[in-house]
């Protein structure tokens, strides 16, 4: 996906369902017709950005790592500012700055407006004390010296795509954007975590490789690896953090370590699906990488009168699909009304063994697709249609702007959605179809003009069930697909109500859903998150959290309690 040097043209076939070119899934919606950039990639809803996400060692330096002593500490001491009162100063904010080798941009500043976004426009309420662009492990560990002296809250934001607001603070904001270094090897590649998706994609098209991952262009790897990593390759080559090898991070005490699973083991573990922002600064994944073969893929729609048979017969071929495939079903409505049931089929192989498979699914459903696009296209490129975003070069597929992480040419827009999730472990029966296809159709005659909505079904199976659920801390490993429930809106003032129809599908749903939640799409109104999200995990997680944050200086809403 190297960056073309002529200007992007204008995708060639339909943007994928739900979305407007290079929106991703969430915010597809606006269109009406997502939150992440596949053909509705579960993946692209990273948590990317927790407090204590990750980054990269540095801009152009990152290298294939040597493993280390565990818990080595750092190779100079952290600099830290003078002992101070339990309330940063000015001077103490100038102080950092000085001893910061990346940039401190505070309030006043012309730059500090864009500097303090996220993702979603409806969290700009927030204004950090300070935002850190840090240049390496060595600023993080003087920012995270600087929070404990002054008792100043911490945030790291990656990709700043957290579905709850949780890659900002009124604190010290650490912005891991520069450390965005991808650097391929023989089967093998190290990544800063600052770096989004496309820049991964793009780093390894050369050798041929990838990593599994989502497809939304602008999503950061780090929030998508800690929190498990569920994209278009994960039933051919498992979620993200079951490709990771190693990982450098910064711990709440200011050690940089570099874990693996001889090198302080149990946090290795956590670090492979415990989530973002409970453990440490991230600050270099070391990734297997797999082959990058030219796939074919489909974007089909049906009649919505024909919605519950294509769901029906949907669930039962796409998780046990052969291990190439991988699927999502999409049923979409906006405030206007009509209703789209579509489904979006990926192989890792070629059209004519692509073929076979949707006929198989639509002599399951009775009742061939209204509309079906079939395409081969370079594994770049076919990341990028699931996107929306065929045509754009790497610099378009960021949010605009001058500062790390952003891109002058970036055409990504920011939107703003809420989103519940559900793992499900045994199909949907009649009467649980009939009641989510029945939530889909309530969604216009109770959201205010110009929202959107949908329901997406992204399969499970193949590589991702065949881990052990005790081996990683991600431990939803008997799914068959998982869904995500989205609503975008044009306005605050219309949260209320779009909140309502997510809160009433969701319970609407509790007879027939696992009770398993995706942790990379942090739900702030579900109780029991922390069996929802980790199951019998949880005791070796708050176990590990005890030892490595027992100050809890990483902490939000639903971190992992010690």
Not at 58 to 75: E, Q
Not at 214 to 238: E, F, I
Not at 282 to 305: E, G, I, M, N, Q
Request: glycine share 10%.
């Amino acid at each position: 996906m190297a960056e073309p040097q002529t200007p992007a043209t204008p995708p060639t076939e339909p943007t994928p369902p739900g979305r407007p070119p290079g929106t991703g899934r969430r915010s597809l919606l606006l269109a009406g017709t997502g939150a992440a950039a596949t053909a509705w990639l579960t993946a692209c809803g990273t948590a990317s950005g927790h407090r204590a996400v990750a980054t990269g060692t540095g801009p152009g330096t990152l290298t294939p790592h040597t493993p280390t002593p565990n818990s080595a500490a750092p190779s100079a001491p952290a600099r830290t500012t003078p002992a101070a009162p339990a309330t940063a100063r000015p001077g103490d904010w100038a102080a950092l700055a000085r001893d910061l080798d990346g940039t401190l941009i505070r309030p006043g500043d012309s730059r500090y407006a864009v500097a303090r976004q996220s993702f979603q426009p409806r969290f700009d309420t927030s204004h950090p004390s300070g935002v850190a662009y840090v240049a390496g492990p060595q600023d993080i560990a003087t920012c995270l010296a600087f929070a404990r002296r002054h008792q100043v809250p911490v945030a790291v934001r990656s990709g700043g795509h957290s579905y709850a607001g949780w890659s900002t603070t009124s604190g010290l904001l650490i912005d891991v954007g520069r450390l965005s270094t991808v650097t391929p090897s023989q089967g093998a590649a190290a990544v800063g975590s600052g770096a989004r998706l496309v820049d991964v994609y793009a780093g390894l098209a050369s050798r041929g490789a990838t990593v599994p991952a989502g497809s939304c262009p602008s999503v950061g790897v780090a929030g998508l690896t800690l929190g498990g990593g569920v994209g278009v390759t994960g039933r051919a080559y498992g979620l993200t953090s079951d490709n990771l090898t190693a990982a450098q991070i910064v711990t709440a005490d200011g050690r940089i370590r570099t874990v693996d699973a001889t090198h302080d083991p149990d946090l290795f573990w956590a670090l492979r699906g415990g989530g973002g922002g409970n453990f440490g600064v991230v600050t270099r994944f070391d990734f297997r990488t797999h082959p990058a073969p030219a796939c074919s893929y489909a974007f089909l729609s049906w009649p919505w009168r024909q919605a519950a048979a294509v769901l029906r017969a949907w669930q039962s071929w796409a998780p046990a699909a052969p291990d190439p495939y991988w699927s999502s079903l999409h049923l979409t409505a906006d405030y206007r009304g009509p209703q789209q049931v579509e489904v979006t089929v990926v192989n890792l192989g070629p059209a004519s063994s692509l073929q076979n498979q949707i006929d198989r699914l639509a002599a399951s459903a009775g009742a061939s697709p209204s509309s079906a696009v079939v395409r081969s296209r370079s594994y770049p490129d076919t990341m990028l249609a699931m996107a929306g975003s065929l045509g754009w070069t790497v610099a378009q597929c960021h949010l605009p702007g001058d500062l790390p992480g952003r891109r002058p040419a970036g055409r990504v827009v920011r939107a703003s959605y809420g989103a519940r999730s559900d793992f499900y472990t045994r199909r949907l029966p009649d009467a649980g179809i009939g009641t989510l296809l029945a939530a889909v159709e309530r969604y216009a005659r109770t959201v205010p003009a110009g929202g959107s909505a949908a329901v997406a079904l992204d399969a499970l199976g193949g590589a991702v069930n065949r881990v052990r659920p005790q081996d990683t801390a991600f431990v939803h490993r008997d799914g068959l697909f998982l869904a995500q429930y989205i609503a975008n809106w044009p306005a605050d003032a219309s949260v209320p109500r779009h909140q309502a129809w997510l809160d009433g599908l969701w319970q609407s749903l509790r007879p027939y859903a696992s009770g398993q939640a995706y942790q990379n799409y942090p739900d702030p109104q579900l109780s029991g998150w922390q069996q929802s999200y980790y199951g019998a995990n949880l005791p070796r997680l708050r176990r590990v959290k005890a030892a490595y944050d027992p100050e809890r200086l990483f902490t939000f809403p639903q971190a992992i309690p010690n």
